[in-house]
């Protein structure tokens, strides 16, 4: 592009920056900016030369002149040379002070082109400057304005400046009058200030090496004067607001006498102006400021002042922050400052006084309070290093505070604590527990926020997230942490108040065990001595069950199971290959399923199995330690009692050990112990227990049989229901239950026992036995059970029998003699149900146990079939449609359960029925009429089995 083009192209753009259009003025202006940065010489010529010959151009149009010539001159400022640089700081000081009133927009952008020309043209600048600025003259405001922001935009060229200026500038305080050019002078007193103390501090860069801060201490002492006594007064918030701004720059250039002999007016006269301020930043730093001069040279008097500076710091820090009030924040910041200035020198008096704010229980005096301990432990840790047992100790006031927001601000110290070593001191491991309560905080999802919501509220779901996060932070990134963390996190892994912990605490362990393990670390492996440390047994225990339901306690399996895997050698030396090879294959299925996904049964399947073949590693050198682990197992089954499900899989771990255990006498005492213990109205519980005593059966067949027969002779099951009772119809539903328990547990006996066994003792010593205990009798007299329960124990219990026989390799030669007396067994139990509604799955499961005995010899009759057939559908065609009650009682179960009831009732009949369909029917067949419900009515069928059509 030639300069001719460029000159003409600049001219057009200059024109048009005052088009009507905001989008359009925008446009051009950064349009020019854009041709100056690559032609900056022509451009400014250009703008120069405009705004000469146009004086009389509106202003709007002129501060977007200058201002796109500010943005060149900043971009280019090394192209320039110094006959343009001349030019152009003539301009704009022209520019600047044309007119003597204030006219900030336009006078602004003629300051700041300044500014940027004398970032590289100081002498230049001042040249210009000083003219507009002589001795006795009330100088143009933006003069003023300009030398103040020079002074931060080019410290070094500016300092050696501010002596002449400060002394021209002295007198010209008292002809101040206005309060603009007051509060004028008090922004550039405080900017000088700041650009002396930058110089002073980085005097190994400064042009002259030489400045000294007595230099300046005179003159800004007797400026000092004229703004504390007497502008500092001023009614005028502004005014007072740049006064108090400047005084804490100031300060530190005051002589060190004269500061001293200043502070017991100084800090009463700035802490005054928090009740005259609504916005209390200015003040705040300012007094910062103070404070810090104060402390660097030794102030003996400011100790004086201490207590009244606490007394109006520690209520500001207190208060609650809006934190979407960016003022109110930097206030906050500028008043934690000023707590860790007041701690370089007076650490003792400031920590006493918040450890006794510590015990004062208000919500915000404690979160204002270690809000303040927080950030001094961050800040002067080195001042603090002999008061950590001290801060550890004043802690327990607050680690049992209920509040969720002290807590979470509690949870904030003992992270920064941690950081700074205090956790390794006694009192650090009550802080860690502290962490670790918060994170095994109930989850309660779904609960509706409250009408009046808190912006501020901490949930139990927020406090638990932020500690397992602490927790995990703690283990990954600070070294130190790792002597604290392990083995103590190890307490926390059996105490069932801390279940809801174990996922971060196992992940927290398994990664500082990996990391021991992978170091070869000694102590790596535990002390047996300490008291507090989970055995073995007990660590195997848990995190086998945990392990169970694996994506419940926030995805506490994956962790606990990696827990395991790196606890090998301290379980047993004889697990580790065992569980190398194992546990990786469990942790990837459960990193590939989810909770939707996972088949539940399967998984249990795959856990017991792994604790089988672990058991079966060990037990080839210490049976004592698989008696112990039984009899740890057995001694957790209390603590799972808000936990059914889990509860019920840590019987059939308990089984599993029994079943591998050679000591008799340890098998024998188990299992009479977990047989009366066990909650027999749980139901999961009962078909926990039973499924142990089938697994324990497989290895002890006698001795399992001989303590059923026990425990059926036990005073548990001694109870029997008076004539009274039952004529009442209120038998004793804990006796019922418990031998609904034991009938269930001949069930899994038989199912589970060996084949080669089992087939002899079914009649008498599993048959027998279990139709005894559901017979109830009342002198003498068989009477009918009210109990749903002890059927439905009986009904699976012969289902388990029937399958058993029919699944065992040797009953080919097999009668079951007792068939068809069971099968009257269940017709008797269907008939027993009311016609009038479909209440329970007595008849669903009594046919499902009839289909499991017809498979089994010898084979029904033509007449007992025929008579099952016709109990059973009309059991069920006999009842009312769906919706319809004929008189009108109450079923227990809302319309959708009924009808999935009935479905499965409906299926478990079809089932029967194929079962009655392979079995040896006469040529004739059988006719049955049963009703079907068709077209919306009830129509006659005939069904004709294996007849002629």
Partial sequence: M?????????????????????SVRQEVSQALRELGYHHPRLVLLACHSYLTKHSKLVHVHRIIILQSMEAIVKETIDQLDQSLARMVISLASEEMTRSKEVLPDWQEAAS????????????EVMEEILQKFQPGILPHYFVVHTLANLSTANVYGMVPFLTAILGTMLPMLGMAKQDTMKSVFTIALG????????YLANLDKAPDPTVRKDAFSSEIYASYEILFNVWLQHKETKLRTSVVDAIGQMAYLLPHDKLE???PKLIPGILALYRKHSEHFHVTQSLCHVLDAA?????????????????????????????AN???????????????????????????????????????????TLTVLKHLINSVSPQLESKKSLILAGMKFTIHDNNNKVKRTVAQVISAMAHHDYLELEGGEAMIEFIIRQCALPCESGTPKPRSYDPDEVTDENLRNMCDNI??????????????????????????????????VCRSLAYLGAKKEQTNNHGFLLNSQEKDLPSPQALLTRLMVVSSFPYRGRGRGIPALRLLQVTAPIVHPRVGTVWNEELPPLILHLEENSEDSLPQRQWEDRLLLFLSKSLEAVNLSDEIWSSQLSEEMTKHLSSYNSHPQEKGFLYKCVGVVLRQCRNINVVRKQLMEILQTVRHTEPLEREGVAICIGFCAKTHLDDTLAKLEDFGKSDILKKSPSLFQLLKDKSDVDVEKAKSTLILCYG??????PEELILARIEKDIIKPVLNHFNTKVLGIKVETKDLTIKLSLMKTISLVARAICANENNHSFNFNRKGELLMYMQDLIKLETMDVLRTPIRQQAMITCSHLLKLDPVLSEADLFELIKTCLDSVFGLPPLGIDKNKEESGMDVKEREILYMETLCALQELLKQILIQDISPDGLQVVFKVKEGGGWEKLKLNLLGPD
């Avoid at 700041?112 to 002498?123: D, E, Q, S, T, Y």
């Fill in 2 to 22: 030639g300069t001719n083009y460029t000159e003409a192209f600049s001219i057009a753009l200059i024109d048009a920056a005052f088009d009507k259009d905001e």
């Fill in 112 to 123: 700041k082109l300044l500014v940027a020309l004398g970032c590289r043209f100081i002498n």
């Fill in 191 to 198: 900017h000088f200030s700041e650009s002396i103390l930058e």
């Fill in 261 to 263: 002999e200043q502070l």
């Fill in 295 to 323: 402390v660097d040279m030794g102030s003996r008097v400011l100790e004086t002042q201490i207590d009244n500076l606490l007394s109006i710091l520690h209520p500001q820090v207190c208060a609650p922050l809006d934190y």
């Fill in 326 to 368: 960016h003022m109110a924040v930097k206030n906050h910041n500028e008043v934690l400052r000023c707590f860790t200035v007041l701690a370089r020198a007076y650490i003792d008096r400031l920590i006493a006084f918040l450890l006794q704010k510590l015990e004062v229980h208000n919500e915000r005096i404690r979160i204002g």
């Fill in 471 to 504: 927790l995990n932070l703690l283990t990954t990134t600070v070294k130190k942490m790792e002597k604290v963390l392990w083995p103590f996190l190890l307490q926390f892994v059996i105490p069932v108040q801390y279940l809801n912990a174990l996922a971060p």
């Fill in 748 to 753: 899994f006996l038989t199912l589970y026992a």
